[in-house]
């Protein structure tokens, strides 16, 4: 029996437990077969000294949702995703609400994906475009 879409974003939210996407309260929201899009609350917890979004509480957000994307695509199974490469823009501050990074393919390749993540606020401005180069790797037999 395949999951529902509630009990595949419960699943992968799950999993996020004692790690740094619990700590940044970053959450998985929606998926499809070409996207994973995400939500992180921009609180004093992700903040700079000057009180914006630290951008590498963005790039983590970005990575995570570029991360979750490859590994849909994936067998499991056969196969472990690891990040090899992030790059980011960052092109607007905030200072409140939330940001929601949409990760989508560039490339879909068996070994290598190419996955463009876009970052918004509450009202849709890009704050941040980032790429992000995954690699899947065999799993040890």
Do not use: W
């Amino acid at each position: 029996m395949a999951l529902s879409r509630e009990d595949v974003l419960a699943k992968a939210n799950a999993i996020c437990k004692n790690t740094l996407m619990e700590t940044l309260d970053i959450e998985i929201i929606d998926f499809g077969d070409d996207f994973v899009l995400g939500k992180m609350p921009v609180t004093s917890k992700v903040h700079q000294p000057d009180g914006v979004l630290h951008g590498g509480a963005t790039v983590a957000l970005a990575e995570t949702m570029g991360s979750f994307a490859a590994e849909i695509l994936s067998d499991l199974g056969k196969v472990f995703i690891r990040g090899i490469e992030i790059s980011a823009n960052h092109l607007k501050s905030v200072r409140a609400g939330f940001v929601y990074a949409k990760a989508t393919y560039l490339h879909k390749g068996r070994t290598t994906q190419l996955l463009e993540i876009r970052v918004t606020d509450d009202h849709d401005n890009l704050i941040s475009l980032c790429k992000l180069t995954t690699i899947a790797l065999p799993k040890s037999k």
